[in-house]
């Protein structure tokens, strides 16, 4: 008698531990990023091109529900794809925007707590006369359920590369100095 009823008490415990789960996958599939483009060369050191950007970092916002979907994600490009950890998923007929930032750099800084800011924030860089940067923002409005949304293609423009200043004067004198300050 007691082998049955101990038989009958692990049964039961073990129909006890099995749960159906049902999981929402989401239906507006991956959001990838293809087709970045970079606009003209400057004349910095190391300026970033189509050809030899090779990472950038991206925001991601939508609008409801209502979120952050990329803060500050590195987007690598490996045998010309564009990929990122932690796959994000479209939510049907939601606007998102995103904005990017290459090259990856210490130079750059974004302070998101600034206020009377939209977007990720206010970007801070410390030119070296060196280094390029370029940055780049798109608003995407998310295609309805069941259909598919195309990749996230970001056009890079060149924020600040090396500038070059000539200015002449009427005084005869080459020895003037001229201060810039401030300048945005």
Not at 86 to 109: C, I, K, M, N, R
């Amino acid at each position: 008698m007691k082998k049955i009823l101990f038989s009958a008490l692990a049964a039961m415990s073990l129909v006890a531990c099995v749960q159906e789960q049902v999981m929402d996958v989401p239906t507006g599939g991956a959001i990838e990023f293809q087709g970045t483009f970079v606009e003209n060369a400057t004349r910095a050191a190391q300026t970033v091109t189509t050809a030899n950007l090779e990472a950038f970092q991206v925001w991601g916002f939508v609008n409801a529900p209502s979120g952050v979907v990329f803060d500050e994600t590195t987007v690598s490009k490996n045998g010309g794809v564009w990929s990122y950890n932690g796959t994000q998923y479209w939510a049907p007929d939601q606007h998102y925007y995103f904005a990017a930032v290459a090259p990856l750099s210490e130079l750059w800084t974004l302070n998101t707590t600034e206020a009377g800011t939209t977007g990720p924030g206010v970007l801070s860089f410390t030119n070296n006369a060196a280094t390029d940067l370029v940055y780049a923002e798109k608003h995407v409005q998310a295609a309805g359920a069941g259909q598919v949304n195309p990749a996230v293609a970001l056009q890079f423009q060149h924020l600040l590369s090396k500038v070059k200043l000539t200015f002449t004067n009427s005084f005869g004198i080459a020895n003037y100095m001229v201060a810039l300050n401030g300048i945005q």
